[in-house]
């Protein structure tokens, strides 16, 4: 089945640096991948759409320049967390849309803690 | 605005028994209804997903039923084993490519 593998699984990281989160679709091409942001004991709230080699499309309230998204290619996404504070320490998801089979299939998630 | 509302918050069921979740929709244009099992500090796996044109389906010790003119779907969990124990949510999109709106999840533990 499809595959999404997302990387890394964890990460601390100081206040004030850049992490960025890796999305991979492994066995299919995915032209739309998204990216979620959970909190403890909460459902996954969407923080944007991105499709290959155009920008992406983000919810209202998330800032785009401190969450950069990039999909150059119809296996890769990209999350950036920039400038990074202890706010934005949380559990990002990304899913990928396989058009084979026209499920959301999701990565492992990464777990970011900010100190 | 909430468009998938789930029920109950958590659940406690013997093993063996059947658990039951529930969910509600209001964008009539939805027609993919997908139920996610999600274990801590893992993403979500697809369980089970269902389309409008059938009123339920069954995989394993998992149900789906449907209701269309309700606008409501359940997932039923047969022989529930502690396994099992994993948070559900269920979901909704419409069109190819768009995104899922999720419910507010579900906390199920089986006890053995």
């Known amino acids: 089945g499809a595959v999404v593998s997302q990387h890394p699984s964890w990460v601390i990281c100081k206040s004030g640096t850049s992490v960025k989160i890796e999305c991979r679709s492994l066995d299919f091409q995915a032209t739309t991948m998204f990216w979620y942001r959970q909190f403890p004991k909460q459902s996954l709230m969407l923080m944007a759409t991105s499709n290959e080699g155009s920008k992406a499309t983000y919810e209202q309230g998330v800032e785009k320049d401190k969450f950069l998204i990039n999909h150059a290619s119809l296996t890769l996404s990209t999350l950036t967390v920039t400038s990074a504070h202890p706010e934005d320490s949380s559990f990002y998801i990304c899913?990928?849309?396989?058009?084979?089979?026209?499920?959301?299939?999701f990565g492992s998630g990464t777990r970011l803690t900010v100190v | 605005q909430q468009q998938v509302k789930q029920s109950p918050q958590s659940l406690i069921v013997q093993k063996g028994g059947i658990s039951i979740i529930n969910c509600a929709y209001e964008n009539t244009a939805f027609d993919y209804f997908p139920w996610y099992q999600q274990f801590p500090g893992k993403g979500p796996a697809l369980l089970i997903a269902?389309?409008?044109?059938?009123s339920e389906k069954k995989e394993g010790r998992f149900t789906i039923s449907f209701n269309k003119s309700a606008k409501q779907f359940s997932l039923h969990i047969m022989d529930s084993q502690p396994g099992d124990s994993a948070t559900y949510f269920c979901?909704?999109?419409?069109?190819?490519?768009?995104?899922?709106?999720f419910g507010g999840g579900t906390r199920v533990l089986v006890k053995p």
């Open positions: 899913s990928a849309r396989d058009l084979e089979t026209d499920g959301y299939t």
């Open positions: 979901a909704a999109t419409y069109a190819a490519g768009n995104k899922l709106t």
């Open positions: 269902i389309r409008p044109d059938v």
